[in-house]
């Protein structure tokens, strides 16, 4: 036999692999992404601690810087009261501190309005270096143009009554540098103030300093002054420009708002930002003296790069042990459902005859074992089925062989030849038989003896074998009684008689036996049981004979008959028949019924014996509708001339 | 012939120049969107299609524009209609051309929350600008004798955020918004015309005497002016751009966010009614109140009169 090749897809094993793949690749999965999310995190904090790390570093040299212009200033503040007799020293004083300061860039002890009444309104000696060459110059802030004593430097401290650094600014006259002033008020006994001492610090390492933080790969760093002015970015054009909320304006989300709340409290931090579509981690932590804020700005992506590497990692991992499950994997489920295989190709011998077909040799106790002793117990029990049936489908012939024979028995035994009595022109009779089986119960038979018609039709209970017996015997006493008596009544309680006789199966037989004097139409009848026969007149009106019902024959040994007499009028018919007829069925199970057999033979009255024969066979087979027959139909009809 | 052609040149060049009449305009404040239409109809050439040939002097902080109107640097300026009608009572009589705010942008900005009248912040310190602006309020405080400490400072926002104020007035447009940029969420932020104290604003303005031998110019100067206000209304990002332009011309510190919603507000503020087109004209009913009060608190000698104040047009 020709094996049958499977598509992978639709075998068992290419079925098996599939779903097991898609098992172990959700459970990959879902490992992956368990360990991932878990790596992600800690990577992010990891990010976190270091970023703060290093801001704290940076903050801390940005204080140290800050701490040693406070201390230069208180250094040098304490000169400014024992030298108030001689404004001219307070430039001494200044160019002092810068002497002793190199990293401070300007120094100004700024007096209250009108302080020296011999120096005017404005009095603010100012030292600071020259930028072109380095030396220390000195010079009076103050005049109508510059009004140091609305500037923040000067009013905050003095409003706050103590010392402030001022948010970064681009000094117009130092060479645009960015700076801040560091600002300390000077009271005097009374607690009155009278000056303002400053210093100023260019904050050009600070962007320096704050710029070199490198993190991450692509991070940036900024810092922002109280005022959320960036002081140090990337972008030197939005310094002292753009605040970090300039472009956010308007919006309103909860990382902004925490990130404004965070600056303005001075606390450290971190956000996840939007921007441009792209999305950036902010950390951020506050210089406290100043409260301006170092931020690192970086793409989340950057942060998450080790974890996108360790995902394509694990991504191209799993892939390779899916790959070497299917491959290591495939073989043994093959191995395994190969008998399956090996069992589909016995089945197919067996469903072509060969019920011997070697099974294939199963060796573990598994399922397969199961389906192999099925198998065998399968051919065993077909051998044993097919033989029976051998035996059983001969008897069946040899039965069918007999019934065909006992069927042409029983045809040969009625008369078959119609017009029977062709040479007489008295009569005319016709007559059919149809059983339901080979052989059947009903019977109708006639002859002629001394001018006079003998006919019966009968119809034995039940069907079959058994009918057609007592069918036999029921004809062969006819013949043989009949014609040594001349009554209906006497013949048919001959034939009961005889039936009845060790009947011990209980079998009867139905019948109407009727004598005709062809000579003058005289019709001497009994009727046993059977349907009464109908009567066709010559003016087409048919009518049932009347009959008295009598027993059928065979029931009870003495019986009484009673027979009845009419005389035929020329040209009428007789038509007899048994209850094949009118209960015939169609597959509605509705009834052929006896006013559709008389509208039948009205329709017909004026029709030969044989023609009305025909037609009614014809219209039981209509009516039928292709419904199996259930019972034998005799129909017998006479014309009397 | 050569000579004939040299001064043919120089004529037509001369006209695609626009060469005409010199004169200098100075807004009242540094560049910003305040001056938009200003900018606008400068950079469009509505000025030189008018046969103007301008220059855009800026003021400095300390030197107010009518200071410079009043020493002949500056022939048109702008200002608040305040200080107008202050500077008009005082000899330097102006009129007004075109009235560019018809609402007062005056607010009220302080940590505390729940401030809702100046009567809240009694005896507190409240920082106003060294150059003025703050008239009202301080006419407020002395109406109601609130006996506020008023702070003056040139930038309010560092002394603001170092809390050395309790509150500080502010511009709608100005701080309003530079405030929220900074980070700053105030406890309460107040505008002037929500306590019933709404007037007009910032005007264009000539002296009176140049008016009057130069009508013609001072009308085509207005309607230019106008013409870039109305552009500016129309074009709005082209506008910030030209802004942009003259902030860093004037090296001031700003950026494109903060003058774009400046540019807003300003717009805004110029709408007599919420949504109508601008009309430029001066409100005479705004105008009598502030006479009557400016007059009571002693800001003016005497009533200003409006026909005076705008050349008799309306």
Redesign the interface.
Known sequence: MKKTKIKFRKSISGRLMVRVLIVSAIIFTLTFAVFLRMAANKMREEAVDHAHREMSNTIHQIDAVLHAVEIAVENTAWIVPHRLASPDFMYAITERLLQNNEFVYGCAVAFEPDYFPSEGHYFSPYSFRDEKSGEIKSMQLGNDSYDYHYMDWYQIPKLLNKPYWSEPYYDEGGGEKMMTTYSKPLYDSEGKLYAIITADLSLEWLTELVGNIKVFEKSYNLMVSRNASYIVHPDHELILNETIFSSTYGDEDESLKKLQDDIVNCRAGEVLRNKEGQKFFVFYSPVETTQWVVAIVCPRSELYMEVKMLRNFLIFLGVIALLLMIAMNYNGIRKVVAPVEDFSGVAKKIANGDFTAELPLIKSQDELKELHDSFEYLQRSLVNYIAELKSTTANKERIESELRIAHNIQMGMIPKIFPPFPERDDLALSAKLVPAKEVGGDLYDFFIEDEKLYFIIGDVSGKGVPASLVMAVACRLFRSVASHLDKPEEIMSSLNDSLADGNESGMFCTSFLGILDLKNGQLKYCNAGHNAPLIIETNGRVLPMRVEPNLPLGLFEGFPYEGQEIKLEKQMKLYMFTDGINEAENNDKELFGDDRLIALLKLNASKTPAEIIDETFSEVKHHADGAEQSDDITVMCLQYY | MKNILCLMCFVVISAFHGYGQKITFSPQWSAQSQFAGYYAAFENGYYAEAGLDVSIVHP?H??SSINMLKDGTSDFITCELIQAMMASDKGTRLINLLQTTQHTTLVLISHEKGIRLMSDLAGR?IGTW?AGFSDIPYIIDKEHNLGIEW?????P???Y?????DATLGKSYNEG?LF??????PGSLLRFSEMGYDYPEDGLYVSEKYFKKNPELCRKFAEASRKGWEWVRNNRKEAVDIVMKYVKKENI???I??QK?MLEEVLEMQEDIKGEAPSFTLNDNAFFWLNEVLLKYGYISKPVEFQQLTGGKQ
Request: proline share 0%; glycine share 6%; no cysteine.
């Open positions: 400095t300390s030197y310190r060294k702070v003056k400072f040139i930038n926002l560092n002394i955020i170092s809390g050395a104020i918004i929220s940029m900074s980070g700053i969420t510190s700003t950026n966010y903060n919603w």
